[in-house]
Nanobody
Framework: QVQLVEAGGGLVQPGGSLRISCAAS????????MNWYRQAPGKQRELVAA???????SYADSVKGRFTISRVNAKNTVYLQMNSLKPEDTAVYYC?????????WGQGTQVTVSS
């Protein structure tokens, strides 16, 4: 079982920056690929960024060049640094991972980009 707890969401002005984090329980974090998803009101949940156990990263086109995913295995934590934020980045951001056939989600953290 893996428990994921997100933190760091909030209100930020357009063009601003925010870093959200996801702390994972358990002793398997270092072998897990970790993902950040987001879901805006009335829209489907979408994959924003991913990092493999080997630190390879990938991003949705909409955030490429603005968002950076990273992980610190010693802290069982994955981060999403979000720069040059736009109103369309407003969403609930979820941490996600899979372990075998099991899939785990955090409770989500709200990010609102508004002036």
């Amino acid at each position: 079982q893996v428990q994921l707890v997100e933190a760091g969401g909030g209100l930020v002005q357009p063009g601003g920056s925010l870093r959200i984090s996801c702390a994972a329980s358990g002793r398997v974090f270092s072998i897990l690929a970790m993902n950040w998803y987001r879901q805006a009101p009335g829209k489907q949940r979408e994959l924003v960024a991913a990092v493999t156990k080997g630190d390879s990263t990938s991003y949705a086109d909409s955030v490429k060049g603005r968002f950076t995913i990273s992980r610190v295995n010693a802290k069982n934590t994955v981060y999403l640094q979000m720069n040059s934020l736009k109103p369309e980045d407003t969403a609930v951001y979820y941490c996600n991972t899979r372990f075998g056939v099991l899939e785990f989600w955090g409770q989500g953290t709200q990010v609102t980009v508004s002036s």
